[in-house]
């Protein structure tokens, strides 16, 4: 056969614009090329791999198969752009812009206040456009399912679907059911009935129609494009890969032959995070994404055959249709494909994804395979040598990521039966999410009974998850066929399994004893679901009891849905005041339409060279040599940079405190930065990096974890103690003394903007100029300045905006950026640094892990005397702000308790591990949750429900004292607790969960309710200052810089409106362009929850100099326009720029007394939430979430509402989901979002609603408001206890004490392993010489 010829030109178009790419890079992402060669950077990165969905763009492509053009939403970040041959992109630039016209999704999740940082949005605008482009009137689970790809990390969701849901008819949009009569989307929008609360947050009014006129149309070029048969290899030769597209199916196969160890890419869902974030090198790579032949679906009779290149969600849309079109019983198979895809991944990646790639991966915790092979699957293979067929079963699996398939064989395509009758399937999963996570353990199942009777012909099960390869439970099959379905085949059943299945101690994910339990809960369930149906089918078998069927209902994932109030401002406020209304977020529009700028996004200057960190691999050892050799020869490598390279001081300074820039002699954690290597562009310096050979030695001792250090005696300065009462005394007087300790695990920030900046020399004087995400942009001009001998005066920091902060940018930033700057001073150039997530996850660290370790004297009636807790953090390898944190921890031991004597001590433990640092909250979560933990215990102790003990103890006097003698007053939080438990209908709701425990044996709910008072400002009373600058220029404009930093919070808009109040004029003459170390120096941290106070009131003290300056002209000149005014102004000599200050209370504590006023005010709140978990799986659904939050007088009930929200999805990520895991070496394990898993859409409660407390005041704070950042993550807390709650009802109920021990976050492991019961109990606990993570 004569070979085609070779073309090498890839012809697409961008957002309309046709591109000719005669030298495409196979090794390119269409990610890469849109922001660098494109220059649309819109598209964001925020984790490489296909796990978060910022880089969502749509593809459309010419469908010859269907003849229609198909739009699907893709990751960009995975997408090669040597596969674009053909298709049109479209990028959020190219949907609509503030320069040209809006499109209406971008509008309205602008206006819906659905953009915080931005960073995720135009991820989430893409995703919903091309719903709307495929179904122009959507459903809320079409939305819901959109969406499942896509995660943010600030807004907790809610809002942005409250903008979009806004696309959907009235009557379509209801799908989590009516509430009180009402569909949610009138229910959302409705004022209170008391007259100066409301409910409307945003206004549909006005709002852009759906037009679809304003929709690029497929450029017809491509349509006569993909009708023309193709002759032509594309084939493209890259630095290191080649990239060839056959054109047929032939043709492919010729390929294949001739390079055997080439794979073929159609999705690159696998290959691709292998090959960009793994460094796998595949020189030849064959794409079979252009292969008609591989996607072909026919009918038959009795089965159906889909090629292997049909898409996931290709296959979903068949088998719905398969289940409509063949009825219940013949569809079994399809039935159980669907609900796994409902699922798999996230719809990105589904529309990416193969089922052959899925099948090849061969990796176990892909889900298809054990579902095919229960299925009796058959492959069909093709090669040069002809065609074969090979069953799909365990024994395709040769190993992990390994098949039978030779390597010159393809696979063609899958046949799939239809159920036969009598027979039954079933499939099963549990992921560390419920939806887009891999599973932690699958299944597949199936049973044939003879016909009208429950005896057993044939049984299959497999399992993934459980080995290296696909698991089958031959033996236990084997045993059982011919067997009646009942009890005794269940009991004997599982103890077959029980002994055929196992979990090698050393098996990768650990787990083990939680994946044998679920190996045997799965077969239950199965057992369950069979017994069920015959039942249906009137075959006599053995009677279910009712409260057993719980084990079958299978949790619904909805769509967040809430109410939220808020006090209007008085009627007499002028309509041109903006504070107290909730106006939409300064830069949500340009955050919707990728016009805002973030760090990364800035064009790079002439002469860019790129950063990247080399680190170190040991946890404690010496540096005995580093040879950069090789990766300085590698080419466009410029330079390494270690600490020698490093022109003035080679450390960070923190209170007192150094840390080595570069590490020098010795490394002490894993992670640590030893050096970077300086190239071209970030490909080469990321290989080159990998290249530069450390050789160590050991030292010792080496240690991670807390219990580590307590057994070294490890801990940093300062140790601290707070007290009051006598304990000693409190504990003789008690009725009982209660001893235990609670563990909280860290939490990694997860912002979705990785760290990063760029560093360019201004070529004379020394000036160095840095475009930096920092939350401190005054502390890294301050280290820079150190680390270069450079005085401040020549280093300007400036910060537009960040792609989310947490606190994790104050600190790790500065070092980072001292680096970029050696490089920069180092090269005479520019120099960029963007951290990749996994090197951000590793070098950056997060919260601290905390454990708390107590005892208690309480009363009979649960009032508590005496507490002495002892707080210990990891404070990781060097101090950073970890004293401050403890600090914190402890000056919110008391929460909201008036526990007569209290003492509590801090000791932040030092380890090998990388350095924790500041993380919203601050400390104040894990303080707040062991005395919850405390009240929950005597609680439980005391047989009360919690919420009556934590009553009991609250602080109540008009005036109080906090165990640290503050003055304040409660009164606020009490009015919270009391609303909170009369809006969650509380009482009510406790009887029914009361009640449902009772009826359901295998699910069980539990609620939980919590004060909260939090400390606000910096407890370092010298932080708590604001300047402001504002300039008024000749045609009227204002721009206003100031110190902070915005990150999603709203700050910006929040100081605009303040100055729109006192200069009167609107908020759109107001500007604020950046935060500029040159403009506000010295400038605090944006932390601690302070920022709005200290700049909002510095704002208003530059405006009201400025008024005051213009008063007399004003009077005189009455009829003026304020830009008459100003001009006059000008001209009279005025000065029209004035700067603003705020000097913050003096807050500070006096340790040695115990005493002093560590906090300005306190925000209070209350939150009560309900959840039902799965006994057997572990699985847990958040059901409803009531808050009422005390924010004095918001500023912007909708920036306040929202920072509420946000705050509580992440403490839902912090307190049940979000773990991270360590290698007993000390390595983390956990570094990108598919084995970390932060909250997605599926996490946040159906029922979230968000009350703003009215007539609330504070004295302390500008225009009476509180400040609230950081409160509601603690609020997370009230998921974990309730879940407590829950776990303990289903002990009672077995049996079992409900007096048992649950750390933090609540998994579903730890939930299922606390469910004992006859499954937990048939898995014998196994002894490991060596765990696969550690809990640090
Ligand atoms: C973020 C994320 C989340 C995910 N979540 C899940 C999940 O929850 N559950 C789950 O099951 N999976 C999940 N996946 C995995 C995903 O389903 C698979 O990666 C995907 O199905 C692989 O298909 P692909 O076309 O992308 O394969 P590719 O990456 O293109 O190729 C994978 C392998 O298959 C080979 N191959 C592909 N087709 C053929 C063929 N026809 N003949 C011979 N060899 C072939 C390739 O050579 C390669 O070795 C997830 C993936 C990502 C990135
Ligand atoms: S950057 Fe593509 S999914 Fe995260
Ligand atoms: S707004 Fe979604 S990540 Fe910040």
Redesign the pocket.
């Given at each position: 056969m004569s070979r085609p010829s070779v073309n090498n030109e890839l012809i697409f178009y961008i957002n309309g614009k046709k591109i000719v790419e005669k030298n495409a890079d196979p090794g390119e992402m269409l990610l890469a090329y849109l922001r660098r060669k494109a220059g649309l950077t819109g598209t964001k990165y925020g984790c490489g791999?296909?796990?978060c969905g910022a880089c969502t763009v749509m593809l459309s492509r010419y469908d010859p198969i269907k003849d229609i053009v198909l739009h699907e939403a893709v990751?960009a970040c995975?997408q090669p752009v040597c596969s674009l041959q053909g298709a049109a992109v479209v990028t959020v630039e190219g949907v609509g812009s503030t320069k040209t016209k809006l499109h209406p999704v971008q509008e309205r999740i602008a206006k819906a206040h659905g953009s915080q940082c931005g960073f995720c949005t135009p991820g989430m605008v893409m995703s919903m456009y091309t719903l709307l482009r495929n179904k122009p009137q959507p459903t809320m689970e079409d939305i819901r399912e959109s969406l499942g790809?896509n995660l943010c990390r600030c807004t907790g969701y809610r809002p942005i679907i409250d903008g979009f849901k806004t696309f959907c008819e009235a009557q379509t949009c209801c799908q989590n059911g009516e509430r009180n009569g009402k569909c949610c989307m009138e229910e959302s929008n409705c004022h209170n009935k008391e007259s100066d609360i409301s409910g409307e947050i945003f206004n549909m009014d006005n709002l852009l129609p759906l037009d679809p006129t304003q929709d690029l149309i497929f450029p017809p070029e491509l349509l006569l494009l993909a009708k023309q048969p193709r002759v032509e290899h594309l084939c493209f030769q890259g630095e290191r890969v080649k990239w060839i597209s056959p054109v047929d199916l032939n043709d492919l196969i010729e390929l294949?032959a001739e390079y055997p160890d080439?794979?073929?890419?159609?999705?690159?869902?696998?290959?691709?995070?292998?090959m960009t974030l793994k460094g796998t090198l595949h020189p030849v790579v064959i794409y079979?994404?252009d292969i008609p032949g591989?996607r072909a679906i026919k009918w038959a009779k009795n089965y159906v055959t889909v090629g292997?290149?049909c898409?996931?969600s290709v296959l979903k849309e068949t088998f719905l249709q398969a289940i409509q079109d063949l009825g219940p019983e013949k569809s079994k198979v399809y039935q159980a494909l669907v609900q796994?895809l409902q699922?798999?991944?996230?719809k990105q990646?589904?529309n990416?994804?193969?089922?052959?790639?899925?099948?090849?991966?061969a990796?176990p915790?892909?889900?298809?395979s054990s579902i095919l092979a229960a299925a009796k699957c058959t492959l069909h293979i093709i090669s040069k040598d002809g065609a074969r067929e090979m069953p799909l079963s365990e024994e395709f699996f040769t190993g992990f990521?390994k098949t039978a398939?030779r390597s010159d064989?393809?696979?063609?395509a899958i046949d799939i039966p239809h159920s036969k009758p009598w027979e039954f399937m079933s499939v099963f999963?549990q992921?560390q999410r419920r939806e887009?996570?891999?599973?932690i353990v699958?299944a597949g199942m199936k049973v044939v009974f003879r016909p009208d009777s429950n005896v057993v012909e044939h049984l299959d099960i497999f399992y993934g998850g459980v080995g290296p390869t696909l698991v089958r439970a031959r033996h236990t099959s084997k045993k059982l066929i011919g067997r009646q379905w009942d009890d005794k085949l269940l009991a004997e059943g599982t103890q077959l399994l029980e002994e055929e299945i196992t979990v090698p101690p050393t098996a990768p994910g650990g787990q083990e004893e939680y994946r044998k339990t679920l190996v045997l809960s799965f077969f239950f369930k199965f057992y369950m679901e069979v017994l069920l149906e015959l039942q249906e089918r009137k075959v006599d078998v053995i009677d279910l009891s009712l409260e057993y069927l719980s084990a079958l209902k299978p949790f619904k994932n909805e769509v967040p849905q809430g109410n939220y109030s808020f006090q209007l401002v008085p009627e007499a406020q002028s309509l041109s005041y903006p504070v107290g209304r909730p106006n939409v977020h300064q830069a949500g529009l340009q955050q919707a339409t990728g016009e805002a700028v973030y760090y990364d996004d800035i064009p790079s200057v002439k002469g860019e060279l790129f950063v990247s960190m080399v680190t170190s691999t040991r946890a404690h050892a010496k540096i005995i040599s580093i040879d950069a050799s090789a990766a300085l020869a590698i080419p466009g490598v410029v330079t390494f940079l270690s600490a020698k390279d490093v022109p003035g001081q080679n450390r960070r300074l923190w209170f007192n405190n150094p840390e080595e820039v570069f590490a020098e002699e010795e490394v002490i954690c894993v992670g640590q930065i030893i050096g970077a290597i300086v190239a071209e562009n970030r490909e080469q310096a990321k290989r080159a990096a990998e290249q530069v050979h450390v050789s160590y030695q050991d030292i010792q001792p080496v240690f991670f974890t807390i219990e580590e250090a307590i057994e070294h005696q490890s801990f940093f300065d300062p140790k601290r103690k707070l007290e009051r009462g006598n304990v000693e005394e409190g504990f003789e007087k008690a009725d009982h003394i209660l001893e235990g300790e609670m563990y909280m695990g860290g939490q990694e920030h997860f912002y979705m903007e990785t760290q990063g900046l760029i560093a360019i020399p201004k070529g004379e004087a020394e000036e160095l100029d840095l475009y930096v995400a920092s939350q401190h942009a005054a502390y890294t001009q301050e280290v820079v300045g150190i680390t270069l001998g450079i005085a401040s005066n020549k280093i300007t920091c400036h910060v537009k905006r960040l792609g989310g902060g947490f606190g994790g940018k104050v600190m790790k930033i500065a070092t980072l950026s001292a680096i970029t700057a050696t490089a920069a001073y180092k090269t005479g150039r520019a120099v960029r640094c963007v951290l990749e997530r996994g090197d951000d996850m590793l070098i950056t660290s997060g919260r601290h892990p905390f454990l708390g370790k107590y005892k208690v004297g309480y009363m009979n009636d649960g009032s508590i005397l005496a507490a002495d807790i002892t707080y210990y953090s990891n404070g990781g390898c060097t101090l950073d702000e970890s004293s401050f944190i403890m600090e914190k921890a402890l000056l919110h031991m008391d929460n909201g308790y008036k526990i007569p004597h209290l003492r509590g001590r801090g000791l932040v433990c030092k380890t090998y591990l990388p350095s924790y640092t500041a993380f919203r909250g601050f400390g104040g979560p894990q303080g707040l949750t062991i005395i919850e933990s405390v009240l929950h215990e005597v609680a439980v102790k005391c047989g009360w429900p919690a919420h009556k003990v934590r009553d009991i103890n609250m602080y109540k006097d008009e005036q109080c004292y906090t165990h640290h003698k503050q003055l304040f007053s409660p009164r606020d939080m009490v009015r919270c607790w009391d609303e909170c438990l009369e809006k969650s209908d509380y009482h009510q709701r406790l009887l029914h969960i009361q009640q449902f425990n009772a009826h359901n044996h295998w699910k069980k709910r539990g609620i939980s309710i919590v004060p909260l008072k939090f400390g606000i400002g910096f407890s370092k009373g010298f932080y708590n200052q604001g300047a402001a600058l504002v300039n008024i220029y000749k045609d009227g404009s204002v721009l206003v810089s100031h110190g902070g930093t915005e990150m999603g919070q709203g700050i910006n808009t929040k100081a605009i409106q303040i100055a729109s109040r006192i200069l009167k004029v609107p908020m759109s003459t107001i500007h604020i362009k950046e935060t500029c170390t040159g403009n506000v120096p010295n400038a605090a941290p944006s932390a601690a929850s302070f920022g709005t106070d200290a700049v909002g009131m510095a704002v208003k003290n530059a405006c009201e100099k400025l008024m005051g300056r213009l008063e007399t002209l004003i009077k005189k000149h009455s009829q003026y326009t304020w830009q008459q005014l100003v001009v006059e102004a000008y001209c009279q000599k005025i000065s029209l720029s004035a700067t603003g200050f705020f000097m913050g209370p003096h807050t500070s504590i006096d340790w040695e007394k115990s005493e002093g006023p560590a906090y300005y005010y306190f925000t209070f709140g209350a939150c009560c939430s309900e959840v039902e978990i799965d006994c057997l799986t572990g699985d847990h659904k958040n059901i409803r979430t009531d808050i009422v939050m005390d924010v004095g007088r918001s500023i912007n009930p909708a920036l306040d509402i929202g920072q509420v929200e946000g705050g509580f999805v992440q403490g839902i990520g912090l307190y049940t989901i979000e773990e991270l895991h360590f290698s007993p070496e000390g390595v983390l394990l956990t570094r990108g979002?598919?084995q970390y898993k932060m909250p997605a859409l599926c996490d946040v409660p159906p029922q979230l609603n968000v009350h703003l407390l009215s007539n609330a005041e504070n004295p302390y704070a500008i225009y009476s408001s509180k400040g609230i950042g950081e409160p509601p993550v603690f609020f997370g807390c009230t998921l974990f206890f309730a879940i407590k709650e829950a776990i303990a009802a289903a002990r009672r109920e077995r049996g079992l004490s409900d007096d048992f021990s649950l750390s933090s976050p609540a998994t579903a492991e730890k939930i299922r392993m606390a469910c004992e019961d006859c499954f937990t109990r048939m898995v014998p606990r196994i002894e490991k010489s060596k765990p696969w993570a550690i809990n640090v």
């Amino acid at each position: 056969m004569s070979r085609p010829s070779v073309n090498n030109e890839l012809i697409f178009y961008i957002n309309g614009k046709k591109i000719v790419e005669k030298n495409a890079d196979p090794g390119e992402m269409l990610l890469a090329y849109l922001r660098r060669k494109a220059g649309l950077t819109g598209t964001k990165y925020g984790c490489g791999g296909g796990g978060c969905g910022a880089c969502t763009v749509m593809l459309s492509r010419y469908d010859p198969i269907k003849d229609i053009v198909l739009h699907e939403a893709v990751n960009a970040c995975l997408q090669p752009v040597c596969s674009l041959q053909g298709a049109a992109v479209v990028t959020v630039e190219g949907v609509g812009s503030t320069k040209t016209k809006l499109h209406p999704v971008q509008e309205r999740i602008a206006k819906a206040h659905g953009s915080q940082c931005g960073f995720c949005t135009p991820g989430m605008v893409m995703s919903m456009y091309t719903l709307l482009r495929n179904k122009p009137q959507p459903t809320m689970e079409d939305i819901r399912e959109s969406l499942g790809g896509n995660l943010c990390r600030c807004t907790g969701y809610r809002p942005i679907i409250d903008g979009f849901k806004t696309f959907c008819e009235a009557q379509t949009c209801c799908q989590n059911g009516e509430r009180n009569g009402k569909c949610c989307m009138e229910e959302s929008n409705c004022h209170n009935k008391e007259s100066d609360i409301s409910g409307e947050i945003f206004n549909m009014d006005n709002l852009l129609p759906l037009d679809p006129t304003q929709d690029l149309i497929f450029p017809p070029e491509l349509l006569l494009l993909a009708k023309q048969p193709r002759v032509e290899h594309l084939c493209f030769q890259g630095e290191r890969v080649k990239w060839i597209s056959p054109v047929d199916l032939n043709d492919l196969i010729e390929l294949k032959a001739e390079y055997p160890d080439a794979p073929i890419l159609v999705g690159n869902t696998t290959l691709g995070p292998k090959m960009t974030l793994k460094g796998t090198l595949h020189p030849v790579v064959i794409y079979g994404g252009d292969i008609p032949g591989l996607r072909a679906i026919k009918w038959a009779k009795n089965y159906v055959t889909v090629g292997a290149g049909c898409s996931l969600s290709v296959l979903k849309e068949t088998f719905l249709q398969a289940i409509q079109d063949l009825g219940p019983e013949k569809s079994k198979v399809y039935q159980a494909l669907v609900q796994t895809l409902q699922c798999l991944a996230g719809k990105q990646i589904r529309n990416m994804a193969t089922i052959g790639g899925n099948i090849l991966s061969a990796n176990p915790k892909y889900d298809l395979s054990s579902i095919l092979a229960a299925a009796k699957c058959t492959l069909h293979i093709i090669s040069k040598d002809g065609a074969r067929e090979m069953p799909l079963s365990e024994e395709f699996f040769t190993g992990f990521a390994k098949t039978a398939l030779r390597s010159d064989e393809i696979l063609l395509a899958i046949d799939i039966p239809h159920s036969k009758p009598w027979e039954f399937m079933s499939v099963f999963r549990q992921a560390q999410r419920r939806e887009f996570a891999f599973s932690i353990v699958n299944a597949g199942m199936k049973v044939v009974f003879r016909p009208d009777s429950n005896v057993v012909e044939h049984l299959d099960i497999f399992y993934g998850g459980v080995g290296p390869t696909l698991v089958r439970a031959r033996h236990t099959s084997k045993k059982l066929i011919g067997r009646q379905w009942d009890d005794k085949l269940l009991a004997e059943g599982t103890q077959l399994l029980e002994e055929e299945i196992t979990v090698p101690p050393t098996a990768p994910g650990g787990q083990e004893e939680y994946r044998k339990t679920l190996v045997l809960s799965f077969f239950f369930k199965f057992y369950m679901e069979v017994l069920l149906e015959l039942q249906e089918r009137k075959v006599d078998v053995i009677d279910l009891s009712l409260e057993y069927l719980s084990a079958l209902k299978p949790f619904k994932n909805e769509v967040p849905q809430g109410n939220y109030s808020f006090q209007l401002v008085p009627e007499a406020q002028s309509l041109s005041y903006p504070v107290g209304r909730p106006n939409v977020h300064q830069a949500g529009l340009q955050q919707a339409t990728g016009e805002a700028v973030y760090y990364d996004d800035i064009p790079s200057v002439k002469g860019e060279l790129f950063v990247s960190m080399v680190t170190s691999t040991r946890a404690h050892a010496k540096i005995i040599s580093i040879d950069a050799s090789a990766a300085l020869a590698i080419p466009g490598v410029v330079t390494f940079l270690s600490a020698k390279d490093v022109p003035g001081q080679n450390r960070r300074l923190w209170f007192n405190n150094p840390e080595e820039v570069f590490a020098e002699e010795e490394v002490i954690c894993v992670g640590q930065i030893i050096g970077a290597i300086v190239a071209e562009n970030r490909e080469q310096a990321k290989r080159a990096a990998e290249q530069v050979h450390v050789s160590y030695q050991d030292i010792q001792p080496v240690f991670f974890t807390i219990e580590e250090a307590i057994e070294h005696q490890s801990f940093f300065d300062p140790k601290r103690k707070l007290e009051r009462g006598n304990v000693e005394e409190g504990f003789e007087k008690a009725d009982h003394i209660l001893e235990g300790e609670m563990y909280m695990g860290g939490q990694e920030h997860f912002y979705m903007e990785t760290q990063g900046l760029i560093a360019i020399p201004k070529g004379e004087a020394e000036e160095l100029d840095l475009y930096v995400a920092s939350q401190h942009a005054a502390y890294t001009q301050e280290v820079v300045g150190i680390t270069l001998g450079i005085a401040s005066n020549k280093i300007t920091c400036h910060v537009k905006r960040l792609g989310g902060g947490f606190g994790g940018k104050v600190m790790k930033i500065a070092t980072l950026s001292a680096i970029t700057a050696t490089a920069a001073y180092k090269t005479g150039r520019a120099v960029r640094c963007v951290l990749e997530r996994g090197d951000d996850m590793l070098i950056t660290s997060g919260r601290h892990p905390f454990l708390g370790k107590y005892k208690v004297g309480y009363m009979n009636d649960g009032s508590i005397l005496a507490a002495d807790i002892t707080y210990y953090s990891n404070g990781g390898c060097t101090l950073d702000e970890s004293s401050f944190i403890m600090e914190k921890a402890l000056l919110h031991m008391d929460n909201g308790y008036k526990i007569p004597h209290l003492r509590g001590r801090g000791l932040v433990c030092k380890t090998y591990l990388p350095s924790y640092t500041a993380f919203r909250g601050f400390g104040g979560p894990q303080g707040l949750t062991i005395i919850e933990s405390v009240l929950h215990e005597v609680a439980v102790k005391c047989g009360w429900p919690a919420h009556k003990v934590r009553d009991i103890n609250m602080y109540k006097d008009e005036q109080c004292y906090t165990h640290h003698k503050q003055l304040f007053s409660p009164r606020d939080m009490v009015r919270c607790w009391d609303e909170c438990l009369e809006k969650s209908d509380y009482h009510q709701r406790l009887l029914h969960i009361q009640q449902f425990n009772a009826h359901n044996h295998w699910k069980k709910r539990g609620i939980s309710i919590v004060p909260l008072k939090f400390g606000i400002g910096f407890s370092k009373g010298f932080y708590n200052q604001g300047a402001a600058l504002v300039n008024i220029y000749k045609d009227g404009s204002v721009l206003v810089s100031h110190g902070g930093t915005e990150m999603g919070q709203g700050i910006n808009t929040k100081a605009i409106q303040i100055a729109s109040r006192i200069l009167k004029v609107p908020m759109s003459t107001i500007h604020i362009k950046e935060t500029c170390t040159g403009n506000v120096p010295n400038a605090a941290p944006s932390a601690a929850s302070f920022g709005t106070d200290a700049v909002g009131m510095a704002v208003k003290n530059a405006c009201e100099k400025l008024m005051g300056r213009l008063e007399t002209l004003i009077k005189k000149h009455s009829q003026y326009t304020w830009q008459q005014l100003v001009v006059e102004a000008y001209c009279q000599k005025i000065s029209l720029s004035a700067t603003g200050f705020f000097m913050g209370p003096h807050t500070s504590i006096d340790w040695e007394k115990s005493e002093g006023p560590a906090y300005y005010y306190f925000t209070f709140g209350a939150c009560c939430s309900e959840v039902e978990i799965d006994c057997l799986t572990g699985d847990h659904k958040n059901i409803r979430t009531d808050i009422v939050m005390d924010v004095g007088r918001s500023i912007n009930p909708a920036l306040d509402i929202g920072q509420v929200e946000g705050g509580f999805v992440q403490g839902i990520g912090l307190y049940t989901i979000e773990e991270l895991h360590f290698s007993p070496e000390g390595v983390l394990l956990t570094r990108g979002p598919s084995q970390y898993k932060m909250p997605a859409l599926c996490d946040v409660p159906p029922q979230l609603n968000v009350h703003l407390l009215s007539n609330a005041e504070n004295p302390y704070a500008i225009y009476s408001s509180k400040g609230i950042g950081e409160p509601p993550v603690f609020f997370g807390c009230t998921l974990f206890f309730a879940i407590k709650e829950a776990i303990a009802a289903a002990r009672r109920e077995r049996g079992l004490s409900d007096d048992f021990s649950l750390s933090s976050p609540a998994t579903a492991e730890k939930i299922r392993m606390a469910c004992e019961d006859c499954f937990t109990r048939m898995v014998p606990r196994i002894e490991k010489s060596k765990p696969w993570a550690i809990n640090v």
